[in-house]
């Protein structure tokens, strides 16, 4: 048998010179700590091995071929993963072996790779205006379900209330983070009403719920049908007058044209990392972020890992982690809930993007997504027995009606799909009262041309 | 032994928050085109009054170019793996680049997780293939990989607990969960945050806890035991079959924490020992590569009668069709949004199609086998010791040494020598979990990537580090030397005048600290 290409110690000489070196007769000697009734019965059975490149790459791109990809199809697809464009040199650099393999390192020996991170930080701190910003999380409603658990512990209490048109994806991580009612800790969720014109909170409902015993109001903007929250100085300021902690959760790239969650007295901001330049990847390009003023009262809540600047001994930058302790590795259960791996190559993704966007890429970004977006939404509400939810007001995401047409959404997008659209995520299940509703997301990536070809396609397919 | 004349790249490399000018754009998207600029007008009045941005954020503005040399000097003053990194509980493997370039077609970059599963017939062949693998090494009956992380899927474990005891009406006197000092702190931490409270146990004379310990802990309030074996000196305990029947007849789950299954895959089967539960993480023993912590996946698997708890959606086979199963009462839910980070799927895919059966049996032997060559050479250095020495048996793919009469005859650290072995090129070890049972500890582990010859230099390296510890300390203290920047100073970054996590605290404190009015 050949040696096999990834383990350089497979000849069989090297494997005699390093046992003759441990005194050991044979490999299986070495294994004498585990007893032979652990040992495993029977063959390991696994497909059988593809040793050359040539042929595992040759079944990999016969079985990657069987999908269908949003780069061929027209994708409407959003809520949470975003078809943005990713820039050429995001890649090229998440792709440097230095980035991609390591583990850890010193302050010294891997500072670039902590600046880069140390740049994701600071960049992001300036889009959202807020100043203490952690090393990331594993995704946007992981974030949320930390913040709400900061909340909790910050206030002592035990309610957080959420508006009723969150994302279920994110809600139902929400959900696991918040406990079960038989242990102690658990934090009790409840919905608050949307304004049926404007797809916003009700306030109303949000004054009627709020007490006390609330730890925090979280909502997102826009939110999850797409939808800018015009009343988020109202509903921060009705939290923070119930000495509750106000939590948003934001889409990034709508930062350029949208006001930062700074301007509306937010005091934790989550949000997802994806779309600065990270692909979709079936959702494994999801991430987020936790940040909030620096002030000790959050700082010392936090349960990611937190990387400071500082200076070396001969005055250079140099980055650190603080406040180590107060993370699971430094104190195991006692620790703010806990860290680990996380998505940390995507943080330098994002630093990489929003040096290159600038304030005026942010800018242009978001003002040529929000025209889009609404001139797809006004074509389709041109289309007999489709309607536009919420009309006005959004970002990137809407919400289109085909009751009107008698058609389910599921025929709907059955159709498109013939014509090589993706049309937008159902709606039906998660928010029945919104009827045959789909969300459809459009973003710089498509030209006028793919929303005309949109427009057409849908109006054959509901006629 | 010849060391490596070795030195980083030193760009003195600003913070990309100081460089750039006025007025240069790193990314241009255009406008849009006439006919929906006519048809919808202003784009900035199309945001609600009140809610437009007024302020542009400060922002660095460059070009392309300069953007892409900046990260290429962060990436140059990065050892990052480029040396030999031996960090032990990590598994430094090899990561196929055949994964990266398959990752990055299309066909997976380009997807769209609510795609409609007949559009995503590959990726849904592909991890149900990873999950058939998975089985196959731990016996288990079904995988997830929702999970972003080992820690995330320890997290799951306690969920899906949480589940199984409310399902049968037991939770709310279920409430602890039993670990040990030697687990992964991320077992009792996730555990704790799900709720439970945490029972530790000690390690004893044969470098485990004994049988009647854990016995004394568990009770009818035992929800699960979470552990690892082997850990992290290398200790397998032998014993563990009885603990699963221990907690079992007390009707608890027992998790196998499978963070160090480099030394023991294609030798035991979680399954077979009893367990109900076990966690994989692709990023350390499957081949996906580590990114400097993530995106990551701790690959969750069970046995038949906990499949009905786990995160949803689960992919599931249909004649030769893939699909979405997302109708799962029973469902804990989620633990995080859509269903894993599938680039790092495609590399576990690879990297075990590669391997094969046996390849994977042979990593094994030859992790255990490089282990031991490494502790016969590294004992014979001054100053060197092993945790447990009583414990003569050989110790799988890692072992915990102590450096602690070095420490006691010179003042060195392993912090001190982490931090000149990287002037000579290779990476940090690793030195211990908290709590440190083992003083100035370091955790090696050289698993079946390294060569002989890698090994040999660092091992080379450490012996040089210790005789300079003897002969000349101070090289040793006022390391490193060869590197992008010094050691860190003494500022506190403990202390909120100090810390700054971003470059406008940084500048806000600065401006303070120098009196200056901002």
Known sequence: ?463 | MKLRRYHAAVWDEPLVMEMGAPGRRGVVFGEAEPGIASAVGDPDALVPGGMRRVAPPALPELSEPEVLRHYLHLSQETLGMMGVSLFGTCTMKYNPRLATELAARPEIAELHPDQDDETLQGVLELVYGLDLILRGVSGMDAFVFQPGGGAHAAYTHAVITRAYHAARGELSRRDEVVTTIQAHPCNSATASAAGFKIVTLPLEENGYPSLDALKAAVSERTASLMVNNPDDMGVYNPEIDKWVEVVHDAGGLCFYDHANFNGVMGKIKARELGFDACMYMLHKTFGAPKGGGGPAVGAYGCTEELARFLPEPVVVRDGDRYRLDRDRPDSVGKVREFWGNVPQLVYAYTWSRAMGAEGIRQASDISVLANNYMEKRLLAIRGVTKSQPHLTAPRLEMTRYSLEAVERDTGITVFDVQNRMVDFGIDAFWLSHEPWLVPQPFTPEAGEMWSKEDIDEWIDALAHVVDEAYADPEIVRTAPHNQAIHRLGPTDINDPAHWATTWRAYTRKRRARDGVAS
């Open chain 1, 1 to 463: 048998m050949s040696a096999h290409p990834y383990m350089p110690n497979s000849t069989p000489g090297l494997e005699r010179a390093l046992l003759d070196a441990v005194g050991a007769p044979d490999v299986e000697s070495l294994f004498s700590q585990i007893p032979a009734a652990h040992r495993m019965k029977g063959e390991l059975e696994l497909p059988p091995a593809l040793v050359s490149e040539a042929a595992l790459r040759r079944h990999m791109v016969d079985m990657l071929a069987r999908n269908e990809s949003c780069e061929r199809n027209l994708s409407f697809l959003g809520g949470g993963i975003w078809q943005h464009h990713v820039p050429a040199i995001c890649d090229e650099i998440v792709r440097r072996s230095e980035f991609l393999t390591p583990v850890w390192g010193t302050p010294s020996s891997d500072h670039g790779r902590n600046q880069a991170w140390f740049e994701f930080t600071s960049q992001l701190a300036e889009l959202i205006g807020m100043d203490f910003v952690g090393l990331p999380v594993y995704s946007w409603g992981c974030a949320a379900g930390h913040a709400v658990r900061m909340a909790a512990r910050m206030t002592g209490r035990a309610h957080v209330l959420v508006p009723d048109t969150i994302s279920p994806e994110r809600l139902a991580v929400i959900r696991t983070y918040c406990g079960a009612a038989e242990l102690p800790g658990q934090i009790e969720i409840e919905l608050v009403g949307h304004d049926a014109a404007t797809g916003g909170i009700d306030v109303g409902d949000l004054e009627r719920r709020i007490s006390a015993r609330t730890a925090a109001v979280l909502f997102d903007n826009p939110s999850f049908l797409g939808g800018i929250e015009q009343r988020a100085v109202e509903i921060a300021a009705l939290a923070r007058s119930h000495g509750a902690e106000t939590i948003v959760g934001v889409d990034p790239l709508s930062l350029g044209i949208v006001a930062p969650p700074c301007d509306y007295g937010v005091d934790i901001v989550v949000g997802s990392t994806q779309p600065l330049g990270v692909h979709m990847s079936c959702g494994g390009g999801a991430g987020g972020f936790i940040a909030t003023r620096d002030d000790p009262r959050y700082a010392r809540e936090y349960p990611t890992l937190l990387l400071s600047i500082s200076e070396t001994v001969a005055g250079e930058h140099g980055f650190g982690i603080a406040l180590f302790e107060q993370t699971s590795y430094g104190s195991r259960e006692e620790g703010n809930d806990w860290t680990g791996n996380s998505v940390y190559l995507w943080a330098i993704a994002n630093a990489v993007y929003m040096s290159l966007m600038g304030p005026e890429g942010f800018a242009d970004v978001g003002r040529l997504i929000i025209a889009r977006s609404h001139y797809a939404a006004r074509r389709l509400a041109e289309v007999d027995g489709v309607r536009v939810v919420f009309p006005e007001g959004f970002f990137k995401e809407f919400v289109v009606d085909f009751g009107g047409s008698g058609k389910r959404v599921a025929e709907v997008n059955r159709g498109l799909r013939d014509r090589g659209i993706f049309g937008g995520k159902d709606l039906s299940r998660d928010f029945p009262e919104l009827g045959q509703s789909a969300l459809y997301c459009v973003t710089e990536v498509h030209t006028q041309g793919d929303l005309d070809r949109l427009a057409v396609a849908v109006a054959e397919v509901v006629a």
